[in-house]
């Protein structure tokens, strides 16, 4: 259930499954969705392995990790923002593909949140390997970002069928404006 609440509700990456639906359709923003459940299950497999220890353990790691999170997520807003996005651009627009939104999720602080939550409640020393523990981690939370996230891409690829003109620029500027004031998690 945590998996799949985590995974559903609003963040940085579900902004960018829906920006990637609203610009290329559910096809298109397939490898989107592919790059975001992957990312964040093989997220869920290291950092419980020690990789979240080590960067939240040294200053100078996080750090530059916050800030170019949060430089990235600025120039993301800023492409979301100020693309019209308009139908007849469905079939060149280019949204964020599979190795983009792999990546993402290092530099996602919901990422980070979520994964540090689920393995300081759900992993325990006394339920067997930390490689198993870690594997069934990601595993899980990959199969629940699947269909979770997809609502978000669904979600994109209708816009532009409900929102045309002036209401589907108000809505790129609104996901940019979203997706830029998340950064506040990053840098606070």
Do not use: Y
Not at 68 to 95: C, N, T, Y
Not at 99 to 107: C, K, N, P, R, S
Not at 177 to 187: E, F, K
Request: hydrophobic share 60%; glycine share 14%; proline share 5%.
């Amino acid at each position: 259930m945590f998996a799949v609440v985590a995974a559903v509700t609003p963040g940085p990456s579900n902004i960018m499954l829906t920006v990637a639906g609203a610009r290329a359709g559910v096809l298109g923003g397939l490898p989107c969705l592919a790059g975001v459940t992957v990312g964040m299950g093989a997220m869920m497999f290291v950092v419980p392995l020690g990789l979240g220890g080590l960067v939240l353990g040294h200053p100078a790691v996080l750090a530059g990790l916050h800030w170019g999170g949060a430089a990235f997520l600025l120039w993301l807003s800023w492409k979301i923002a100020s693309s019209s996005g308009g139908i007849e651009q469905a079939g060149e627009a280019d949204p964020v593909g599979f190795l983009g939104a792999v990546a993402f999720q290092w530099v996602n602080p919901k990422s980070w949140l979520v994964t540090a939550s689920a393995a300081s409640t759900f992993l325990s020393a006394a339920a067997g390997s930390p490689l198993a523990q870690a594997a069934w981690l990601g595993g899980l939370f990959a199969l629940a970002a699947l269909p979770a996230c997809f609502v978000w891409l669904a979600f994109g690829a209708a816009v532009p069928h409900l929102l045309r003109g002036t209401r589907l620029r108000v809505f790129n500027v609104a996901m940019g404006l979203l997706l830029a004031l998340s950064i506040a998690l990053i840098v606070r």
